[in-house]
């Protein structure tokens, strides 16, 4: 048992929801039903009535919460008393993202800053949560993030400001087996019965794609539909099915061997931006953050 299952408990509890207390938390609503269920086992009681939607406390939940709450409440207090003792200054950098950050290297570019902002009396903690858009932008938009990487399709709404942080193509992918491969281009018309993967619907990857195939093949054979980039190429490189992706995910993001990247005649391009509300105050070090990874994108083009 730890803290943090202490928290997601409570925050459940709190919401009465468990993808609301996820969103607090900072989690994905399935590893926080991980720590749940994990804590349940370790105690080896049930703490959650799960009926539907609705969610309640168990007797021994209710017994456990009591003594959740006093926990959590004792650690507070030691921590603001240990805080007379700190004098190291602590910082946070919140941020959200699409499931880009290992791809574009993102972790690379922290690595960067974190060698140029070097400062041997402060800490800075970064939180980084990895979300399908929606998701993203939610937590954006209830200030649980201080800024979010997303592809087109966000609302550029005035409250929100916007920097172009990359371009990427996208184009087919297939199996080196594939008579596809053997193509200098790829049209969507020449589309017959293969199986198109396709990453989940709720990527803005799948928006793109789906509205350009149904424009010039109506019943284009989309067999599955899987959640994560690497699933997707694991299949195609075994010739399972071919799929329409990034080629800088394609080239970064894996280290599946057995893939053919093929342009597209007519291009499709996505582009990735970082996104923050016109007046949220950001700490100092987030500030320079956002002003550092606001330079990358001439850089990110070469």
Known sequence: MNFNQLRYFVAIVKHGSFWS????????????SKQIKALE???GVVLFNRTGNKITLTEAGQCFYDYA???????NEMHQELMAFEDT????????????????????????????NKNRRQVVNYNILEEEQKDVLML??????????VRDGFDQLPEYEHRLFMTDEIGLICSQESELAQLQEF?????RDEKIILISPKSEIYR???????????????????????????MVANNVGITFFTKRMLEEGHSIE???YVPLTMPIYSNVYIVKRKEKTLNATTEKFWKFLCGKYQEYQQ
């Open 258 to 260: 057995g893939l053919k």
């Open 69 to 75: 709450l006093q926990l959590l409440e004792t650690k």
């Open 140 to 149: 954006l938009k209830n200030d649980k993030v201080d800024f979010a990487f």
């Open 89 to 116: 200054p602590i910082e946070e950098v919140k941020f959200a993202s699409i499931p880009i950050v290992s791809s574009y290297k993102i972790s690379t570019l922290l690595s960067e800053f974190q060698k140029v």
């Open 41 to 43: 086992t370790e105690l």
């Open 208 to 234: 793109i794609l789906m509205e350009k195939l149904r424009k010039v093949n109506k019943e284009c054979n989309v067999a599955t539909t899987m959640t994560r980039h690497r699933n997707v190429f694991s």
């Open 187 to 191: 049209d969507f018309s020449m589309l």
């Open 21 to 32: 207390a996820a969103l607090e938390e900072y989690i994905s609503q399935s590893s926080l």
